[in-house]
């Protein structure tokens, strides 16, 4: 029977962002309360706040091995990986115009490569394998005399998989090209020696991943590689980054990386152990599960596994109504494309995309909640408690009319004033939906639809666990439909 556990939250989604941890957040209140200045300004408490920001540098500096000067504070990854890439190439004097990068990158990468492209650049792109990994052989014949910078990322946010740099920026190096790599994902989860890596000239780091505070991030610039700003109007970050300093957000992205990276071999191993224990106890439960990507030459704290037959909304909302929170990857796009891109980008179906699940680990995670998840899991399979997805064939005339159905909108209020529902339908609120439930009849088939999906899954779960039947989920959500039937979809103007 389908259970839920509002008491318990198990957080397996550390990929996409972690809890603050209490020693960072409390330097990030201390400072917030005491430290009021801009580092800007010439008076003490200007002073006192430069002083804390360039401390906090030095924090961030030592845990990569590299200058306090080559350190260069952002709003975070996204930020970091589009002054990177587009301030060096926009902004270069070189006559070189080529550009590489991989397939599966994260779309701050991506969407800089084809905006270059846009710009006269020649962007070519490495396939990656079914295990996350580039072919270096591909990459040599790809570099050539116009190769003005080639962007790999160190490990991947969807399978964790953890490319060669050190070689790989060689490579790129000896043709005498910038190498650039997006570490939002390895930064304080492996350790990062950038006087070892002496080939890689910028890299990408953001606080929010490693339980530092969100909106806080650095871009590391080897001393000499050409970069202007993209924001311009101030001369902060040594005018490479205009704006007043997020000084309480960099005071807690230093703490969390001077923590995290004292910790992150100890956490490694951790990690690992949770990863063999989760994989071998799913294998038991579900004999065709398979992994996505190495199992090994990836981030520990990350496990992507593909459920044949199982659509992973489904998996994702039964798992998330028992308190454990995981991750179907980056919905790519609006409405029926929803399936991570990484997946497709290893080769893998887009049907296998769409069954597949992410998994990853944080340092507040204990071992029980691994067998916490096995036994929901184990549930979801025994129980076959599934509702009915159905697509957009479904939603025809025949349905919406039909007295056999009760048809309910389970929208946010404000999607509703963007989009008009069906007419047929009755209009529930997400919050107040438990206090609905008399209003339901119990001998009809129910079609529940949301906006995007997600919030219509969780309450088809519900209403099954209080015994009704028939429970139809437009799965892809008006999002999904409003391209297809304009005569009952209308958007507000
Ligand atoms: C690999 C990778 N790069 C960049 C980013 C963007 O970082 P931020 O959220 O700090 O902008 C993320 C975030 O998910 C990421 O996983």
Redesign the pocket.
Known sequence: MIGFNIHRTVYFDN??TTQIRSEVLKDVSYYLKTSYGNPSSVHRPGFKARLILENSRSMVARCLNCKSEEIFFTS????A?NLAIQSLCLNSDSKKKHIITTSFE?S?VLDSFDYLHSKGFKVSYLKVNSSGFIDREELKKLLDKNTLLVSI?YAN?EVGSIQNIKTISKLVKENGSYFHT?C??TFGKIPIDLMELFNVDLM?I?A??IHGPKGS?ALFVRKGVPLVPLIRGGHQERTIRGGTENLSGIVGFGKAAELICKENVSCSKKYFKFKNRLFSKVKKIVNQVELNGSFTNSLPSTINLYFPGVDNKQLQAYLSINGICTSIGAACSEGENEYSPVLTAMGYSVQRASQSLRISFGRFNKLDEIDYFIKILQRFFEDDEQVNFVNTDFVSDEVLNSEEFFIIDVRWEIERKIFKGFKQAHQFSVLGFRKMLDKIPNDKKIFIYCQNGMNAIFAAFYLKSKGFKDIYVYHFGLTGLRHLIDSDVETKK
Not at 76 to 79: A, H, I, K, N, S
């Open positions: 990929n996409a975070g990854g996204t930020e990986n994260h701050s990322m946010n997006d939002v994902q990408s953001s929010h991943k991030g």
